[in-house]
T-cell receptor, first 116, second 114 residues
Framework: AQKVTQAQTEISVVEKEDVTLDCVYE???????LFWYKQPPSGELVFLIR??????QNEISGRYSWNFQKSTSSFNFTITASQVVDSAVYFC?????????????FGKGTTLSVSS | EPEVTQTPSHQVTQMGQEVILRCVPI?????FYWYRQILGQKVEFLVS????????KSEIFDDQFSVERPDGSNFTLKIRSTKLEDSAMYFC????????????FGDGTRLSIL
């Protein structure tokens, strides 16, 4: 079965705190891709990052960093020094093949609230 | 930066009516998708479209639904005989050629069935 689990439904932090959003995935495919999307209160889905199953290097982009561990089937997302503008629903998603045009399987999302 | 455009942003329709949701994908993209998100729930795949035909569809995408690329720029989702449970946000997405390219989403159409 292919599945994405985001166990944290809601997280509340105060500005400048670091926060990690967890994502655990299940797939039998050896080649797959993982994604994170952000959905701000305005509702659109914004692509953040793509990672393929052969690339376990962690990635940092400004205040965002991603930790991919195949051994635990996890692809966690950390926001350093959170800001109010980071308040959104964050979705982890899986593409269980390397074929273009494949459906994304989304987790249920984690709602992050950052207060000032 | 090129973006996926969806119209209308909000559609209110009486139950039983037909509705057409419209999307203009990013111009050099070849793969097109529709997803829906019922309020407060996760994003669910409906259908993908490539080379003028459906390449994959979910169980949700039954005979009530159809997709079309009527010209070189638009990609539409038609829902026939709408039901209350069709109320949701519908997202169009597109992706480029090559191994899994990110799907870029439009801002969505909020469909409300009364």
């Amino acid at each position: 079965a292919q599945k994405v689990t985001q166990a944290q439904t809601e997280i509340s932090v105060v500005e400048k705190e670091d926060v990690t959003l967890d994502c655990v995935y299940e797939t039998r495919d050896t080649t797959y891709y993982l994604f994170w999307y952000k959905q701000p209160p305005s509702g659109e889905l914004v692509f953040l990052i793509r990672r393929n199953s052969f690339d376990e290097q962690n990635e940092i982009s400004g205040r965002y960093s991603w930790n991919f561990q195949k051994s635990t089937s996890s692809f966690n997302f950390t926001i350093t020094a959170s800001q109010v503008v980071d308040s959104a629903v964050y979705f982890c998603a899986l593409s269980p093949t390397n074929q273009a045009g494949t459906a994304l399987i989304f987790g249920k999302g984690t709602t992050l609230s950052v207060s000032s | 930066e090129p973006e996926v455009t969806q119209t209308p942003s909000h559609q209110v329709t009486q139950m039983g009516q037909e509705v057409i949701l419209r999307c203009v994908p990013i111009s050099n993209h070849l793969y097109f998708y529709w997803y829906r998100q019922i309020l407060g729930q996760k994003v669910e795949f409906l259908v993908s479209f490539y080379n003028n035909e459906i390449s994959e569809k979910s169980e949700i995408f039954d005979d009530q639904f159809s997709v079309e690329r009527p010209d070189g720029s638009n990609f539409t989702l038609k829902i026939r005989s709408t039901k209350l449970e069709d109320s949701a946000m519908y997202f169009c997405a597109s992706s480029g050629q090559g191994r899994i390219m990110p799907q870029h989403f439009g801002d969505g159409t909020r469909l409300s069935i009364l």
